[in-house]
Each structure stands twice: as C-alpha cells, then as structure tokens.
C-alpha cells in the first residue's frame, strides 16, 4: 500500500480512539448537563405568594408580616377577576338557553384555570385535597397556565392529506359581549401583581417532607430512606467483605476449592440486579420472614448480597498492593500472621478498601431493582431508626421512577423529578470523586 | 503462597514452647483459618442459594404449564383468566435491545480501549479515566430517566433529522477513508509511478461520486422517518450502550495491557505503523480479553431493569418488521418481572407470580453461563501469552 495511505490510515485509526472517548466525555454531559440545570429549578425559582402562603401554613416559615402585606396586595389586584366571575354568573342564568349551553362548558374552563392560578374562587366548596387549596406556586407555571386561560387548542384539519395542524384561537372570542369579555385582558395585564414572584432558594426542597403525594414539599424521606439502604447494606457487607478478601490473599491455597470460591464471586457480581430482587423476596420475606412484607432491613440484606463481589474484589486489590517488605519486615520481627495482617497489612490497605467501600455504598444507594419487591414504596412519611426492622421506606431510585412514570401528574410536577435525580446523582458522584481523589493520593503515596 | 506455619515457632530452641501451648496455638489457628473461609464461602452459599430460591419458584410454573407455551408463543396476557404465556416477544425484546447496545458499544468501546492504553499520554488518561468512572456510576434510574424524559420527547419530534446528522457525521469521514483506500487498493498493481498517479486520481473521483451519491440517499432516506413513538428499542439500545460501555473499555484495556512491550516492539521494528501494530498483532494477541469484556457489557445491557421499564415502551410484541428498531418492545427484566410483580404479589402460588421467577431463573442461567465463558477465556489468554 501506498506509504501516504498507511500514515493517513494510522491517523484515522488515531483520530477514531480519540473520537471514541470524546463521545463517552459528551455523553456524560449530555446526560447531567439537563440533569443539573433542571434539578437546579427544583431548588430555586420564581416562588409566588401562594407558595409563601403554603410554606408559612404547613411549615410555619416565613415572615408573617410581609406575607400578609403580599396576601392583601395580591387580595386586592384579585378583587376585579372575583368580580367579573360574580357578574358573569348572574348574566348566565338570564342569557337564552341555546346561548347558555353553548358558553358554559367554556366557563367551566375559565373557572378551573382562575382555580389553579389563584386557588379557590369565592363560592367553591374548600377542597380537601391539598393540591386544590393553593394557587399555582411556581411562576413558570403560571404563565403556563394564562396561556390556557387565554387561548383555546385547535386543530386545522384543512388539508385532508397531511397531519391536522395544531393552533391556538383567543378564547375572549366566545365571549364577546358578555361581561366576562374584560376579564381576559385584566388577568393578562395584572396576573404578576395577583401573584407577585420573587426569586426564591428553597432549600426546604432537600429537608421538608413531601405534601400530598409530592405535588408540593420536598424529598426529605427519600433521601433519607436511601441512607438507611446504603449505610444498612454497608454494614452488613464491608465486614464480610473485607474478611473473605484476607482470606482469599493470605490463607486461600492454590487450589480447586479456591477457584471454585472466586468464581463464584464473579457469577455473583455478573447477577442482573432484578433478580437479587426476587432472590430477596422468595428468600429473606417469604422464606425467613425477617419481617412481615417489605422493610428497609429486607431492602438492605439484598443490596448487602449485590455489592459483595465488588467489596471482595476492591479489598483484595487493596492488600495485594501493599509492598512485600512490609510484611517480610513484620514477620522478621517475630510477628505472628495474624498479627501482620492486623497490625501491618490492613492499615496499610485500609485506604484501598475504604475507596472500594465508597464506590460500592454509591451503587447501593442509586440501585433500583433490587428494592423494588423487598424495601421500596412510593408514598410513605420519613420513618424513625427503630423502625428499620420492620417498616419499608421510599427511597430517591424507586421514586424517581415512580414520580416519573406511575405518578398522576408526572408532567405537572416534572421539577420535582429533576430535583430528586440531581440529589441521587450528586450523593453518587460525590461518593464516587472522593474515592478517585482518595486513590490519586494512595498512588502518590505509594510512589513516595 | 506463603507458608501458614512460618510465624511463631521457628523450630529454634530460643523459643521453647511447652508442648500444651503449642497445641492450643495450633488449635487456635485452625479454627481462625476456618472460620475465615467460613465467612469467604459465604459467597458461594449466596450463590448457590440464589439459584435454589429462584429455581424453587420457576418451577412450578413449568410443572403447570410445561415448556413449549412459554418459548414459542407470543401472546401474553397474564391476567386473563386463564391467562397466556407466552414470553417469545419478550425474550425476543431483550435479545434485540442487547444486539443493538452491543452494535453501538463493542466498536466505540474498543477504540476508546485502544486509544486509552496505547496511543493517550499518560497525563491525559488520567482526565479520561475518571469520566468512564462516572458513567459507569451514575445510577441506571437517572439513565431511565434521561430516556424517558428527555432523550424520548427529542426522538420524537426530531427522531428523522436526529438519525440523518448521525448518519452523515459518522459515515461522512468513513467515506472518505474507504474512497482513498480503495483508489489505492485498485491502482496498486499499476508499475509505472506517473500513471499510477494519474489512474487513482480517476478512481479516486468515480469512488467519491458513489460515496457522495450513498451519503445522500441515505442521509434523506432517514430524514423522511417520522418516529412515532419516542420510547423504543433504538432509544432503550443507545442508553444501554451509555451503560456497557464503562466495563467494555476497562476490560478490554486491561487485556490490551497484558499483551506487554515486546510484541509491540518486534512489530515497530519490522516498520509497521501504530495502526497496523494494533490491528494486525496487539488486538489478536488480546482478542479473548476482548471478548470476554464484550461478554460482560453484554450481559450488563441484558440484566438492566430501569432503563428498559422507563423507555422501552413495554409492549409485548415482535415489531413488524422484525429488525424495526423504532417500534416499542418489552424486555425479560423490566417489564415484566419488575412491572407485573406488583400485581402478582398477591396470589403467590399461581402460574402468574411463577412465570417470572421462570424469567428470573432464565436470566440467571444465561448471566452464569456467559460468565463463565468469559472467565474460562481469560484464563486462556493468560496461559497463551505467559506461554511466550
């Protein structure tokens, strides 16, 4: 071949490898980037005053002199659409019935929009649910929401041979003449003053329960349930791990037993994640009955089994890694063997295993499938220490695909969702940079 | 391997130990060594427990309703009375979800192994490192949920215009690569150098005309793909590969590692390229490291639940035609063991709650056996190139 095309081909050949991790690099930030800027909203936003009112209400917090300025001002810029809707109710019942029938179900709509910006109008019946008791709470929605109120979906079905195109038609058309026609341009004009955004930091996000099935609040009993997961399945598997690792570097012989043993380790770290799920419900509920149906002690059992291979692997890493000297130098020094390995190897390995322990408590703690059957439910309050044994807990993976997939109104509360994987992913990622960190130090320590 | 009696007793008569304390010290250390391996066979008794419990419930269902409905049929409906099931379609969605991560990650996590161990500086690697790191940590819901929310809806509206740029952003350089290796290849028997040149320059121009005219066809050819759904296999396949690829490039790197200097070596020395060295003598020596990463970042794609149960669009049928990616498909793990197991719970006993541990019992068996492949040949790789 010729000369020019082999250089050209080596340079291609290059140019692909680079290519090949610069894709990985973007897909990353393809995945976090929108992870991140949308859990960010979670966090801070254009509150309204109904949120300050609903903040002030179930957690009592808030100034409660400002807000009852805010809540006067908003009342009084609100007065007029009242008034409007009062008139327009004694014009409907003395319009001709044709005429009525046409524009109610049209007011039906108007009125359920105004409910879900303002909250409920005078003369509702004061709903029980608390999603209906407040007005829209973040300002982005709000402005969802007058675009409703404002204009009707239409679809052109024009032309027969295309797709119908989707338009919006002004909805103060219906009403021309009547005495609600004001109304449309009033909220238009006055919505911010009804309202009244400011910028808001809500941390509560992170600390306060969730409010009526997520709708309002925040993702304090998921993250702390995922706590109890991890740090439970922690407990039950660094210790096992760490000794079958001394085990299989120091006392293991060369022999059929021994492989056999590894290979087993392997088969169980290849194990899809779903079936330790179902492993955990037929054995641990339905078998030993550690507890009545799911609980975080189940939950935890079952990840303890999943992360165990990779404990194994990393702990083992870790002690081979430590210089021979040390060792020869303890044993020269009349040491016993099972005084070398406490006193001289561990803590020598202790930084490489506690690095492999982190990467494993961050898998646990972001693993779904295994919790699914035996420690997850979507809606629950956050629950005590004690309760552990026998209570299962939400948890941020489970919920995630909950709220995401399962929840009523996934697509209204779409900023929760990202505000509940931007936690699971930072508790993961952080765990996962300190143990990089970690181990960039042991090797430069290593090489001294 | 060490030796356990070095230690204590070093058989010197400066250390004389009475023969009572010597007994003891000995039974002591027989029974701390078993009980270490006690708790180092714990393991392989979760192993094996794992495939009793769930052979145990995958049974019965076998026992009611045998072999042949299970693998041959594809109607499912487990909830009829008295329901269906027959997982074809579903195993078929999983084979066809796993084919296709493995399509989009095999070659991309072969070349960014290669270019990790053998052609970055060792100061970049260290940045590179810690990325694949990551993808491999974050958690498979987040991925479900990337798909699902984000990833799903710009498929859907943009899914032709999507599929036309890739087309044209990987194949365009590819091209251009095969039109200047052919017009070489097709010339090269030409003796004389002036119109050898001037004959690869007319090969050259006829091979840029067919591969402009390819890039174009196709190119619009997928533009005009209105996809109708955004949660579907080809979605499910690129996340999945987001997936396998972190264990795909550290496994085969490290296989490439253990390749060593000196074939490299002998290879430059016989004056081939860094292209040719790797193609034609690094990656055959690896090739069963290789492989057995492949395997592994295949099954990681198989047994993942999340991913699939969020995108995949759960709908239990062989998509028409059969190789149609764009259609919505349900896999072994999610769909059905995770989706329907919530309403199963209820009547443990009944073919419905043990047809999915028979999935799970399915999983499991081809997770052992593709492990078990992959170790056996890694263990040979070893013994090839410690053989040399």
């Keep these: 071949m010729n000369i020019g095309t082999r250089k050209l081909l080596d340079r291609s050949f290059t140019a692909v490898g680079f290519t090949s991790i610069m894709l990985m690099a973007l897909a990353l930030l393809a995945v976090l980037v929108p992870i991140i800027t949308g859990g960010i909203k979670a966090l801070y936003f254009q509150g309204t005053v109904e949120h300050r009112t609903l903040l002030f209400n179930e957690f009592q917090r808030g100034d409660?002199?400002?807000?009852?300025?805010?809540?006067?001002?908003?009342?009084?810029?609100?007065?007029?659409?009242?008034?409007?809707?009062?008139?327009?109710?004694?014009?409907?019942?003395?319009?001709?019935?044709?005429?009525?029938?046409?524009?109610?179900?049209?007011?039906?709509?108007?009125?359920?929009?105004?409910?879900e910006l303002l909250g409920p109008l005078p003369g509702d019946t004061p709903p029980l649910l608390l999603r209906f008791q407040y007005g829209v709470t973040r300002w982005e929605k709000a402005e969802e929401e007058l675009h409703n109120l404002l204009y009707m979906t239409k679809w052109d079905y024009s032309d027969p041979t295309k797709m119908a195109t989707q338009y919006f038609a002004p909805r103060v058309d219906e009403f021309t003449g009547t005495s609600l026609e004001g109304l449309f341009g009033y909220v238009e004009e006055h919505l911010e003053e009804m309202l009244l955004p400011q910028p808001e930091f809500y941390w509560g996000f992170i600390t306060d329960r969730s409010l009526d099935a997520h709708i309002f609040g925040g993702v304090w009993a998921e993250i702390q349930g995922t706590f109890y997961l991890a740090i439970g399945a922690m407990l039950f598997a660094f210790p096992l791990g760490v000794i079958a690792a001394i085990y299989f570097t120091e006392y293991a012989?060369?022999?059929?037993?021994?492989?056999?043993?590894?290979?087993?380790?392997?088969t169980l770290a290849g194990v899809p994640s779903i079936v330790f799920g179902l492993f955990g419900?037929?054995?641990?509920?339905?078998?030993?009955?550690?507890?009545?149906?799911?609980?975080?002690?189940?939950?935890?059992?079952?990840?303890?089994?999943?992360?165990?291979?990779?404990?194994?692997?990393?702990?083992?890493?870790?002690?081979?890694?430590?210089?021979?000297?040390?060792?020869?130098?303890?044993?020269g020094l009349g040491a016993t063997k099972w005084r070398t390995i406490m006193t001289v190897i561990l803590p020598a390995a202790l930084p490489g295993i506690i690095t492999g322990g982190i990467i494993s408590l961050g898998r646990a703690a972001g693993e779904t499938a295994p919790i699914i059957f035996t420690a997850a439910v979507s809606v629950g309050a956050t629950i005590g220490i004690a309760d552990v044994f026998t209570e299962p807990t939400p948890a941020l993976s489970w919920n995630i695909y909950n709220l995401a997939s399962e929840h009523e109104a996934a697509n209204e509360i779409r900023h929760v969702q990202y505000g509940m994987v931007m936690a699971l992913i930072s508790i993961v990622l952080l765990l996962n940079i300190s143990a990089i960190l970690l181990r960039a130090r042991i090797s430069q320590k290593l090489k001294g | 391997m060490p030796d356990t009696s070095s230690g204590t007793m070093g058989g010197s008569s400066a250390f004389v130990v009475s023969a009572k304390k010597r007994r003891m010290q000995q039974i002591m250390k027989m029974t701390g060594e078993s009980l270490l391996f006690l708790v180092a066979s714990f393991v392989a008794v979760v192993v094996l427990f794992i495939f009793y419990f769930v052979a145990r419930d995958a049974i019965p269902f076998f026992q009611l309703?045998?072999?042949?409905?299970?693998?041959?049929?594809?109607?499912?409906?487990?909830?009829?009375?008295?329901?269906?099931?027959?997982?074809?379609?579903?195993?078929?969605g999983s084979g066809m979800v796993t084919l296709g991560s493995a399509l989009i990650a095999v070659p991309l996590g072969i070349a960014a192994a290669i270019c990790l161990s053998d052609v970055l500086p060792f100061n970049i690697r260290q940045y590179a490192k810690p990325v694949i790191e990551m993808l491999a940590a974050i958690p498979s819901v987040a991925y479900g949920f990337f798909a699902l929310v984000i990833f799903a809806p710009l498929l859907q509206n943009f899914g032709g215009t999507i599929l036309m740029w890739t087309w044209w952003v990987i194949a365009g350089p590819f091209l251009v690569l095969a039109v200047v290796v052919l017009g070489d290849m097709v010339t090269a028997g030409e003796p004389d150098e002036a119109k050898r040149d001037r004959k690869r320059l007319l090969m050259n121009g006829f091979f840029s005309v067919l591969a402009l005219g390819l890039l174009y066809w196709v190119g619009n050819t997928l533009n005009a793909i209105q996809i109708m759904s955004g949660t579907n296999a080809l979605n499910v396949s690129i996340i999945l590969s987001f997936m396998a690829l972190p264990t795909i490039v550290s496994v085969?790197?490290?296989?490439?590692?253990?390749?060593?200097?000196?074939?490299?070596?002998?290879?430059?020395?016989?004056?081939?390229?860094?292209?040719?060295?790797?193609?034609?003598?690094?990656?055959?020596?690896?090739?069963?490291?290789?492989?057995?990463?492949?395997?592994?970042?295949?099954?990681?794609?198989?047994?993942?639940?999340?991913?699939?149960w969020m995108a995949s669009g759960n709908s239990s049928q062989i998509p028409d035609p059969w190789f149609n990616y764009l259609d919505s498909i349900r896999t072994l793990t999610a769909a059905t063991i995770a989706g329907d197991m919530g309403e199963a719970d209820q009547v443990t006993g009944s073919a419905r709650y043990h047809v999915l541990f028979a999935m799970g019992?399915?999983?499991?068996?081809?997770?052992?056996?593709?492990?078990?492949?992959?170790?056996?040949?890694?263990?040979?790789?070893?013994?090839?190139?410690?053989?040399?």
Aim: net charge negative; charged share 25%; proline share 3%.
């Design chain 1, 64 to 115: 409660e002199a400002k807000l009852a300025v805010d809540a006067e001002r908003s009342e009084a810029a609100r007065k007029p659409v009242y008034e409007y809707l009062a008139a327009f109710d004694t014009e409907l019942e003395s319009l001709p019935f044709e005429r009525k029938r046409a524009l109610e179900s049209e007011y039906h709509h108007v009125r359920d929009t105004l409910h």
């Design chain 1, 253 to 266: 012989k060369d022999n059929y037993l021994t492989s056999m043993l590894r290979s087993a380790n392997s």
């Design chain 1, 281 to 331: 419900l037929a054995f641990f509920i339905n078998t030993m009955k550690v507890s009545e149906s799911k609980s975080v002690l189940a939950g935890s059992l079952t990840l303890a089994i999943m992360i165990l291979p990779t404990i194994i692997r990393a702990a083992e890493e870790a002690i081979l890694s430590v210089p021979k000297t040390y060792r020869e130098a303890s044993l």
């Design chain 2, 65 to 92: 309703r045998g072999f042949a409905e299970f693998f041959t049929s594809t109607n499912w409906y487990p909830a009829d009375e008295p329901g269906e099931f027959g997982a074809l379609a579903i195993i078929y």
């Design chain 2, 252 to 308: 085969s790197e490290d296989a490439l590692q253990a390749v060593g200097r000196e074939l490299r070596e002998g290879s430059y020395a016989l004056g081939a390229t860094r292209a040719e060295t790797l193609v034609q003598t690094v990656l055959p020596a690896a090739s069963s490291g290789i492989l057995a990463a492949v395997i592994l970042g295949i099954m990681r794609a198989l047994g993942e639940t999340m991913v699939v």
């Design chain 2, 361 to 388: 019992l399915l999983l499991l068996i081809f997770s052992f056996v593709s492990n078990f492949i992959s170790e056996r040949v890694v263990v040979r790789q070893r013994k090839i190139l410690s053989g040399q």
